[in-house]
Nanobody, 113 residues
Framework: VQLVESGGGLVQAGKSLRLSCAAS????????MHWYRQAPGEQRELVAT???????TYADPVKGRFTISRDNAKETVYLQMNSLKAEDTAVYYC????????WGQGTQVTVSS
């Protein structure tokens, strides 16, 4: 199983980024997909979830700014991040969850104020 994140980088506050996570080795359409993030010195926190049927949920700090989506044909999950804030700075991780959990290696997002 492999989850490969991409799309992170350095961006100014107020700008946007789109993260991608390409999955292989799993039946992607069966899995609930999550995005987590971990800031320096902080615990990893759940950011957004998309279920196999497409239902989405968001953490309060990102509601209205972030959008999670999935393309089952491409076996990829996305996180569109708009109106970025300095406090969004973190390593963002993709997670696939069914009976087991699989993690990507993470992608750094740095938002300068």
């Amino acid at each position: 199983v492999q989850l490969v994140e991409s799309g992170g980088g350095l961006v100014q506050a107020g700008k946007s980024l789109r993260l991608s996570c390409a999955a292989s080795g799993i039946i992607f359409s069966d899995y609930t997909m999550h995005w987590y993030r971990q800031a320096p010195g902080e615990q990893r926190e759940l950011v957004a979830t998309i279920e196999p049927a497409g239902t989405t949920t968001y953490a309060d700090p990102v509601k209205g700014r972030f959008t999670i989506s999935r393309d089952n044909a491409k076996e990829t999950v996305y996180l569109q991040m708009n109106s970025l804030k300095a406090e969004d700075t973190a390593v963002y991780y993709c997670n696939a969850h069914l009976m087991f959990r699989y993690w990507g290696q993470g992608t750094q997002v740095t938002v300068s104020s």
